[in-house]
Every structure is written in C-alpha cells, then in structure tokens.
C-alpha cells in the first residue's frame, strides 16, 4: 500500500467528493470500498474489503492521520449494516490514533417545527432511522470524550450536485427533464422551503474537518445557502439555466410511496422520512461559517455546475 496520510471509506457521491476536497490541497488519498474499483485516476489507491471487519480496517489504515467514514448502505439495510460499518471504522481509527471524520445526515432531530435546526437541537427522532442514526452519533461522540479517538461528524442536509444521481431530490428526476424540456418530478411539498446542501461543498467541509485544529468533538452543519429556497424555486432556476422558458413540475405525493413501497423496499424505508418535505425544514450551517470559515456557493453557480454534469454524462 502507498503512504497515504488520508483514508476515505466510501466511493459514493460524498466520499468523492471529499477526495476531490483533498485531492485539490495535494493529500494523498486511499479509497476504501467493496469493490476496489472507483471513478479516479490510476494513481489512486482503492481497495476492497468488507468495513464492518475491524481486521481489514485496521491493515488498511495503519500510519494515516484522518480517516473519513462516508459510508452509506442501501436504505433497507441500515439496521442489519450501518452500525458495524460504523464500528469498523471507528476501532481503525483508534488502532491508528488518526482523526474520525464522520458524515452524517440530520435525521436524528426529527421534526423542525417551525425552527431552523442547529447543532445543538436536541435528538428527538420519531423515525427508525433517525433514532438508528441517534444512536450512532451518540457511540461517536462518546468514544471522543472517553479520549479514545478524535471524532469530528459533519452533518448534511439532502443534497445535490455531480454525482448525485437518483439519491437527490435535484438529479435524476429534474436534471435530465429540464434539459430535454420534459415534466421534472420532486418529492414532497415543492412549494416549502428546504435546505439542499451541494455535494462539492460536503466534500470541502469534511476536508475542513480533517485538517482543523478545533474541529474535533463538535458536530458542524456543512454549509448551505443561508437563503433557504422552496424546491420549487431550485427547480425554477434549474430549468432557467437549462434555457427553458419556464418549468413543468410533478410532486409525487406520500400517497402513492406508500402504495409503491409495497413491493419497493427502498420507497418503503423512504416513506417515513416525507415529513421533511411536508413543513419548512431549514437546516442551520452559519457555525461551520463562523468559526472554521466554510461557505456554502452560492445557489445559482451550485445549480448552474450540476446541469452541466448531466449535459457531460
């Protein structure tokens, strides 16, 4: 294996994009996933193994200084999966003393009602898989107090960008039909406000994480645009860019999830999370602003580069 001094578990839209966040500060760089093959250059190293086995992250992350958890199973899977992954590469970091950069979503403090959510908000998950990711947070944030690691977790709203695909409320269902001047599709209420966090922007923010002197022991919001915008009006900005006089909108109603989801287990797990889309939901990154200097880009140039990714596919 070659010295590199990062190693980043997961070859998915955010990990990444995190290898680009550090690839761009000339880091050397090891890729971590099940397969041992992933979109980069020949020069990067990837390797394949299962990230639930502490034996195997352990020998994979021996002598490096951050590791970077962007792991993510499929939605039905997360039960039966994710805390392992999770234990995997937390026992690799403290067999290696390297820094723990976690990626995580913000489903742990369940309904907004009507307020911004901030770092500090309360866990108050409704949802299994946000008191699954409850928990988790909690294992992190306890193995840094008991001073057996260094964790660092950022945290994501929905995102969108290059790369990310049918996962984004903002890709596959809207990109490709504002090109070909079709009906784009959202989940949800398109007409509430919702934070979208932009893919390059998670990757710098973990960066961040990983080379910060005070960013261990703290959870930081990765940024977002402090104007939150309505789906809708995202969408809106989308067509404008992709030179449509104006857009045509479908929104797929909780409805008809439920009905798919009984044969479509994704679409099943993905049901109770709908009340994101159901009421303003504002996620607060103005900490990760103020204290480490992390912004988000602005919204229209975030769109404009994630219309040109599709045009390129």
Not at 176 to 187: D, F, M, Q, S
Not at 199 to 228: K, M, Q, R
Not at 283 to 296: C, P, Q
Request: with cysteine.
């Amino acid at each position: 294996m070659s010295a590199a001094r990062h190693v980043i578990f997961g070859t998915g839209a955010i990990g990444l994009a995190t290898y680009d966040a550090l690839r761009r500060r000339g880091e050397t760089v090891r890729l971590v996933n099940r397969s041992g093959h992933a979109r980069v250059p020949e020069d990067v190293e990837v390797i394949g193994g299962d990230a639930a086995d502490p034996a195997f992250t352990v020998a994979v992350t021996e002598g490096v200084a951050v590791l970077y958890q962007t792991l993510n199973p499929p939605y039905p899977e997360w039960t039966a999966r994710f805390p392992a992954l999770q234990a995997g590469v937390l026992a690799a970091a403290e067999a290696s003393g390297a820094r723990l950069v976690s990626m995580e979503n913000v489903y742990m403090y369940g309904r907004p009602n009507g307020q911004p959510l901030t770092e500090d908000r309360p866990y108050a998950a409704h949802t299994k898989k946000g008191q699954l990711r409850a928990g988790m947070a909690r294992g992190l944030l306890a193995a840094h107090d008991a001073g057996r690691v260094q964790v660092a977790i950022g945290r994501a709203s929905d995102y969108f960008g290059p790369r990310g695909g049918a996962q984004s409320n903002l890709g596959d269902r809207v990109c490709p039909p504002a090109l070909a001047g079709k009906t784009a599709t959202v989940l949800g209420d398109p007409d509430q406000p919702h934070t979208y966090t932009y893919v390059p922007d998670i990757g710098e923010g973990l960066a961040v994480l990983g080379e910060h002197p005070d960013a261990p022991g703290e959870v930081w919001h990765l940024p977002n645009d402090p104007e939150t915008k309505t789906t809708r009006q995202l969408v809106d900005i989308i067509y404008q860019h992709a030179g449509q006089p104006m857009a045509t909108l479908r929104a797929l109603p909780p409805l008809l999830l439920r009905v798919i989801g009984l044969v479509n287990p994704t679409v099943r797990e993905l049901a109770e999370m709908q009340y994101q889309f159901q009421e303003p939901f504002i996620v607060d990154s103005s900490k990760i602003a103020t204290k480490l200097g992390v912004h988000a880009t602005p919204i229209g140039q975030a769109l404009a580069d994630t219309l040109t990714s599709y045009r390129h596919r």
